[in-house]
């Protein structure tokens, strides 16, 4: 079975203080993970996908980055619009759908 | 261009009442997902459909029924409304093995 893991469940910065959130997986064998942003009464919204160990996405303020255990979505300098839920999930070879971690909720202090 | 679209947006039920969610997507998603979320809990699926014509459970699916209508409609249905689905109901879409999914704003539904 998929699992997913995302610490710290919440955090609180200043802006501008950069920091990272991280998404450990358990899978039989990575077909994706996917990292989603989520506000208040909306629905998750994609933001980036990675597929192998090493590889890294960035956009914006925010940089993804994939090892064979975790993912790690850094925050640099980040704006009181960053403020939200993130969200990890992960496909595995053979399996249709996403296995969801339980998220992490970011709030950014002006 | 709408996407993934949801109704209702809120739903009040009565215990042992009935309701279809219903979801239309126009992103040409050959898969569709019903998943509920929970404070503390996640997101957990209900139930998906790879393709028309096939539907499967999910995590968390006894109390829900679902209906792929065609390949832009995806359906879920509470027959006998119980105080533990009261949650927000996402639908979602996908293309692929590779591909993300794309969620609706949800249904935010109270069993009292």
């Known amino acids: 079975e998929d699992q997913v893991t995302q610490s710290p469940e919440a955090l609180r910065l200043q802006e501008g203080e950069s920091s990272s959130l991280n998404c450990s997986y358990t899978v039989s064998g990575l077909r994706g993970l996917f990292w989603y942003r989520q506000d208040p009464g909306k629905g998750p919204e994609f933001l980036f996908t990675?597929?192998?160990a090493g590889e890294e996405k960035e956009k914006e303020r925010l940089k993804a980055t994939l090892t064979k255990k975790e993912s790690f979505l850094h925050i640099t300098a980040p704006k009181p619009e960053d403020s939200a839920t993130y969200l990890c999930?992960?496909?595995?070879?053979?399996?249709?759908?996403?296995?969801f971690g339980k998220g992490n909720q970011v709030v950014v202090i002006p | 261009n709408a996407g993934v679209t949801q109704t209702p947006k809120f739903q009040v039920l009565k215990t042992g009442q009935s309701m279809t969610l219903q979801c239309a997507q126009d992103?040409?998603?050959?898969?569709m997902y019903w998943y509920r979320q929970d404070p503390g809990m996640g997101l957990r699926l209900i139930y998906y459909?790879?393709?028309?014509?096939?539907?499967d459970k999910g995590e968390v699916p006894n109390g829900y029924n679902v209906s792929r209508l065609n390949k832009r409609e995806f359906s879920l249905r509470l027959e006998s409304a119980a105080p533990s689905q009261t949650s927000v109901y996402f639908c979602a879409g996908g293309t692929g093995e590779y591909s993300p999914l794309h969620f609706g704003n949800g249904t935010r539904l109270t069993v009292t």
């Open positions: 459909s790879a393709s028309e014509g096939t539907t």
């Open positions: 990675l597929y192998s």
């Open positions: 999930a992960v496909r595995s070879y053979g399996n249709n759908r996403l296995a």
């Open positions: 992103m040409n998603h050959n898969s």
